[in-house]
């Protein structure tokens, strides 16, 4: 941050100052990111960009405001007070309204922001370049996109508050195709910072699955054993977590509501000892130990600022353990208090093997790839519906024999753990989905013996 | 027609765009364009008509976009200085430098004439940011207390944008454009025994203020009150029975199918591979254009970004180019794409025809749709003129879940409300409706369409395309239609039970 525009820091002392409220909430969060994306082997787009974003959430009585804006100058931090104030003195009761969380702190307040620059990708762009070489001369096309971003969030509060938290986001997609578009295969990792990036490695696993698809089987829709990787089992685990609100739960809308009242927290899911559970300090995928929400919505509330966050499980041993919660939707429930947390991780039993043993062990089944355009068609059994995408591999007595069309699935991940007959080692992987908004995850492969595909995609 | 607002027109505009495109010039850029935005946004989120929910938000800043040694280079910074629109400036040439290694395809952009210190703003009456928050709470909660005691719950949300964008480049083009947009919806829930269901408002996202919440454009007051009982029996519905059906599809749906199957197929990025990876590519080839029978005769769809209270329609895009209107299927034949300036030359199709667009200051202006709409027939049926047509089939009214794939083939959607068609007339409603389908045999099972009096403009405020990740928002006319022998599934059975 430039002197123009002052420290986050100097900003959170100096809006709380500023607030006549009888509570606030200031959050701070500065922004950069670096990216390059390309296809047909050559770079298509780049770019560097900064952001800087002030929140106040200025509390009088049980009613809060909350007015957010982008690269506020010190000049103009008064008027943005105020309009929070305002907004508070206007609004209606919050039915969320809480005492805000007392005094505690995160992180290194005092430090300043590193931001990333383009030089993050020093030693990645040219070995990018080789694989786009390498490629080229093999009859392949690259195409993918990497990214990093780094958050720098600084949340203080009128209690005493002053919580930090710097998250570094980056994550690469590459998509290897045949020169006439008919095959391709898709991989995709998440990093801190790309230096454990090996694009030559994650290119020659590409071609491997290239080859393997220049056999083609075509398969008709149907119920199939599927062996769905990590990846896909990250997309659809994160629809489950997003679909885990205690309160829409207990108001009877969602997979997770009991019939004819509450929750069904305590009711066994999976006969298998799955546990699905967040937690901020999991190494590799380590996330803010604490709430940072902007708005009031069903799953977060703005007076849970500064809440400190643990590990949660929200499926343990199989069974529903905890929804995602407010400390209003926890009492209105009757549940512990277990706001979201932004990683995620699956397990099954000890001894899971990795998805290349589980093909070797699989006598006639799918591998996937990963899926596609995930959508919920029912909420009550949040059916999803979605597409195969970049491979979906035929295994017969242990080994692929070819590529299969694409399919359109209909499925529920909630019903999936129900009928799931093996769980695979877990490891971290990048949801292809949703990995806009979600990048943190470890999971492992899941065996399903009668995954329903609906209908056959024509799409390669 | 309104003004831009003072308040941006007093930024440092020319300022910092004299600054950056200067510096651009003097490091040797081929093409330099600087943008800078402030896009304002409301969100509040009403529960049983209580507030849950409001924020006020902004996005200002600032982007210089240059071509160097015909590569990329994008920067964009915060800070309104013209030293920093000199810094970014330089990044932009330097993220350019850095990324030419691995360039094999130099950038040429299409030629556009130059268009000096114009401005445009969008047609909307009343600002919604002039409208204190506490009477949008009330309006908002009044129409939820109407509805609860009738339904078990009402959820109730507005979204409020106001963007506003200064644009200049080295070739002396500077626009400087205001344009608003609204979206509210109101969604009421009911159980019944173990049965629980929802409807949502048909009432879609427009380009027009806050008077369409007041009686311009949609009568909210006449839909809210038939949903509790159109809610009542569809919990009642019985279950479809999966199969082949015709169907007449309402505006209300159809605009959705039209963003998916045709919108998306048909921006040339997508059907050239620039999107491979991402969102995908496109059944339409480019080697197909002027012969792929993309539906029957009667399908005759425009681009445009010039349509009245659209949430595509813009003065000039992104890159400085004037907003047009093209055809994109004549006739039943692919005949045209959606381009940008890129695209435009890429393939030799002359002007771009004014897709570009940027979501914010912080992302580079990419190939974003146009409003994308289905031509009605003149003189055509109505909607019930084309259900009097079906012996047995369904009519499909409102959208909710949508997937297609990523080539734009295979499709499949729900809707808000389904009715059972039985020789001809509406008999009563149906449960867990999805249609699947694959683009072109849908399309091209289009019998008819309705005429101008079914026509609306459908949308959405978040179309999701490119990496980073950009949302657009766009609208999509369309009149009722008739389609025979689409796949109809029982959403319950694909559920395994």
């Not at chain 2, 569809?234 to 015709?246: H, N």
């Not at chain 2, 792929?292 to 000039?316: F, I, K, Q």
């Amino acid at each position: 941050m430039n002197e123009r525009m002052g420290t986050p820091q100097e900003t959170v002392e100096r809006a709380l100052a500023l607030s006549r409220a009888d509570d606030c909430v200031v959050i701070v969060e500065e922004g950069s990111t670096a990216n390059l994306r390309f296809a047909g082997n050559t770079l298509t787009t780049n770019g560097v960009a900064r952001s800087s974003r002030l929140t106040v959430i200025s509390i009088v009585g049980q009613s809060a405001g909350v007015v957010s804006r982008a690269a506020v100058r010190p000049d103009q931090l008064a008027d943005v007070v105020a309009a929070a104030d305002r907004a508070a003195r206007d609004a209606q009761p919050s039915e969320d309204a809480r005492p805000l969380p007392e005094g505690a702190s995160a992180g290194d307040w005092d430090r300043g922001v590193e931001p990333t620059t383009i030089e993050v990708f020093r030693d990645f762009a040219p070995a990018l370049g080789e694989s786009f070489a390498a490629a080229e001369s093999s009859g392949r096309r690259l195409y993918g996109f990497a990214e990093h971003i780094v958050t720098s969030t600084f949340a203080g509060t009128s209690r005493g508050l002053r919580a930090r938290h710097d998250q570094p986001t980056g994550r690469l997609e590459l998509n290897a195709k045949s020169a006439d578009m008919s095959r391709s295969a898709w991989t995709g990792v998440a990093t801190r910072d790309f230096s454990d990036v090996d694009v030559a490695a994650l290119d020659a696993a590409l071609a491997r699955r290239l080859d393997w698809a220049k056999r083609r089987v075509d398969l008709p829709a149907g119920r199939y054993e599927t062996i769905l990787p990590p990846s896909a089992v990250s997309d659809l685990m994160i629809c489950l977590y997003w679909a885990a609100g205690a309160r829409d739960a207990g108001d009877g809308r969602t997979v997770f509501s009991k019939p004819g009242g509450g929750t069904r927290v305590g009711e066994r899911l999976s006969d298998t000892p799955v546990r699905l559970y967040s937690d901020p300090a999991h190494p590799g995928i380590a996330c803010a130990p604490f709430v940072v929400a902007h708005a009031s919505n069903r799953e977060q509330s703005v007076f849970d600022n500064g809440l400190a966050l643990g590990a949660t499980d929200w499926i343990s041993g199989g069974s529903l353990a905890n929804l995602v919660q407010t400390r209003h939707s926890a009492e209105l429930t009757g549940l512990a208090v277990t706001p979201s947390i932004d990683n995620l991780i699956m397990t099954g039993p000890d001894g899971g093997r990795s998805v290349e043993e589980m093909v070797a062990g699989t006598e006639r089944g799918l591998l996937l790839t990963c899926l596609w355009y995930i959508r919920e068609v029912d909420p009550q059994s949040l059916l999803l519906t979605g597409l195969t995408r970049d491979g979906v591999y035929l295994v017969e007595n242990g080994e692929v024999v070819g590529e299969v069309n694409n399919f359109r699935f209909n499925e529920s991940p909630v019903d999936l753990l129900g009928r799931l007959t093996e769980v695979g080692r877990s490891e971290q992987t990048l949801p292809r989905e949703w990995n806009d908004y979600f990048t943190r995850t470890v999971m492992p492969a899941i065996r399903v013996p009668d995954f329903n595909m609906s209908t056959v995609s024509q799409a390669n | 027609m309104r003004q831009i607002d003072p308040d941006f027109l007093a930024l440092p505009l020319r300022r910092l765009a004299d600054a950056a495109l200067q510096r651009a010039r003097d490091l040797g850029a081929e093409h330099a364009a600087f943008r800078l935005e402030r896009v304002r946004s409301e969100t509040l989120s009403l529960f049983d008509a209580r507030l849950q929910g409001a924020m006020d938000a902004d996005d200002l800043g600032f982007a210089v976009r240059v071509i160097k040694d015909g590569t990329w280079g994008f920067a964009s910074g915060v800070e309104l200085t013209p030293e920093a629109a000199v810094r970014a400036a330089e990044e932009a040439v330097r993220v350019a430098e850095v990324s030419a290694p691995i360039n094999r395809e130099p950038v040429e952009l299409a030629p556009e004439p130059v268009h000096a210190d114009v401005t445009w703003v969008s047609a909307y009456d009343v600002d919604p940011f002039d409208v204190p928050l506490r009477d949008k709470v009330e309006l908002l909660a009044g129409w939820s207390s109407g509805l609860l005691g009738r339904v078990d719950h009402v959820s109730a949300s507005l979204m409020q944008v106001k963007e506003q964008k200064f644009y200049a480049d080295m070739a002396g083009t500077v626009t400087t454009q205001q344009r608003v947009r609204l979206h509210p919806e109101l969604t009421a829930m009911r159980t019944d025994g173990d049965r629980f269901d929802d409807m949502r408002t048909l009432a879609p996202p427009v380009g027009r203020g806050f008077e369409y919440l007041t009686g311009t454009g949609w009568d909210f007051p006449a839909e809210l009150a038939e949903i509790p009982d159109l809610l009542t029996e569809k919990l009642k519905a019985p279950s479809v029975e999966a199969g082949r059906y015709d169907l007449v599809i309402d505006p209300s749906n159809l605009w959705l199918t039209i963003h998916e199957s045709i919108g998306h197929a048909t921006e040339l990025d997508r059907a050239l591979g620039y999107e491979a990876a991402y969102a995908g590519t496109s059944f339409a080839t480019f080697d197909r254009l002027g012969t792929l029978e993309y539906g029957s005769p009667v399908m005759n769809v425009v681009g445009d970004r010039t349509a009245e209270h659209g949430l595509a329609t813009v003065g000039w895009d992104d890159e400085g180019v004037e907003g047009q209107s093209f055809d994109i299927v004549r006739d039943g034949v692919l005949v045209g794409y959606q381009l940008d300036r890129r695209m435009a030359l890429l393939k030799g199709l002359g002007r771009s025809n004014g897709c570009a667009f940027a979501d914010s200051p912080g992302h580079v202006p990419m190939q974003r749709m146009a409003n994308v709409s289905l031509q009605p027939a003149e003189g055509g049926p109505s909607t019930e003129e084309l259900i009097s047509r079906i012996d047995r089939g369904i009519y499909i009214v409102g959208d909710k879940s949508w997937s297609i794939d990523m080539q734009r083939y295979n499709f499949q959607f729900t809707g808000q409300r389904f009715y059972k068609i039985e020789n001809g007339r509406l008999a009563g409603q149906l449960r867990d409706v999805a249609y699947q389908a694959t683009t072109t045999d849908f399309w091209r099972s289009m019998e008819a369409v309705g005429g101008p009096q079914t026509y609306v403009l459908g949308g959405a405020f978040n179309c999701g395309k490119g990496q980073p990740g950009q949302v657009a928002p766009v609208s999509h006319g369309t009149p009722s239609a008739l389609l025979r022998g689409v796949r109809v599934l029982n959403t319950v059975q694909e559920g395994g039970k």
